[in-house]
């Protein structure tokens, strides 16, 4: 059973393009959540999806910054027009959700540069 | 609403000595308490979990205790190691089966 896969792990972007970053959830997960971590930092909530919903998108900001996870293919976290402040590193993580499925399994991280 | 608070920010122990990170949280109908550990730039990875209706659980060199009627659960990490180097976040599941993350705590093991 893969664990859960994001790419690209790295991705550099100038200042006013779009960065689209991946992930595909753990084998019979159908929860994702995304994270945003700058160094030394915490984790920070954006939002979690299930299949084709947005459940929760509190700690996403309202402009620029998008999430979808389609009913086939993997979730996508996509921010237009990316400046400077967007540099830190991505993580998502999935659930089964299942009755004590509550535990999130995170992929190994997209760092993304904005220059 | 919920939070979750995390103490210490920074820990330094000696090898061998034990080490012990604390949480408290807010929303009483918690019942889900895991701790991660972040190695530097890799991902946060589950070490151990509790739930509501237990007071303990051990593995190994890891412990984790939880008191619900404090609302305040902690990791104890004995005989510390240099690979126990690392960042250590709690969460707890709060409403809409969501993790309520703690700010981290950086562990420095001492050789």
């Known amino acids: 059973n893969a664990g859960v896969m994001q790419n690209p792990r790295h991705l550099v972007r100038r200042r006013g393009q779009e960065a689209r970053l991946r992930c595909s959830p753990m084998k019979g997960h159908s929860h994702v959540y995304w994270y945003r971590q700058l160094p030394e930092e915490g984790l920070k909530f954006m939002v979690y999806?299930?299949?084709?919903?947005?459940?929760?998108e509190s700690g996403m900001p309202k402009e620029r910054f998008s999430a979808e996870f389609p009913k086939e293919g993997p979730s996508i976290l996509r921010i237009q027009q990316v400046v400077r402040g967007d540099s830190a590193a991505y993580f998502c993580?999935?659930?089964?959700?299942?009755?004590?499925?509550?535990?999130?399994?995170f992929g190994p991280g997209t760092r993304l540069l904005v220059l | 609403g919920e939070n979750v608070e995390q103490h210490p920010s920074t820990l330094s122990v000696q090898e061998g000595d034990s080490a012990v990170i604390k949480c408290t949280y807010s929303d009483s109908a918690s019942n889900y308490f895991p701790w991660y550990k972040q190695e530097l730039g890799k991902r946060p990875q589950l070490i151990i979990d509790i739930r509501s209706n237990v007071g303990e659980k051990k593995d190994q060199r890891i412990a984790v205790t939880l008191n619900k009627t404090a609302k305040h659960f902690s990791l104890h990490i004995t005989e510390t190691q240099p690979e126990d180097s690392a960042v250590y976040f709690c969460a707890a599941l709060g409403s809409n089966y969501q993790l309520i993350w703690g700010a981290g705590t950086k562990l420095i093991i001492k050789p």
């Open positions: 993580a999935s659930s089964p959700r299942t009755s004590g499925g509550e535990t999130q399994y």
């Open positions: 999806l299930q299949k084709e919903n947005i459940i929760d």
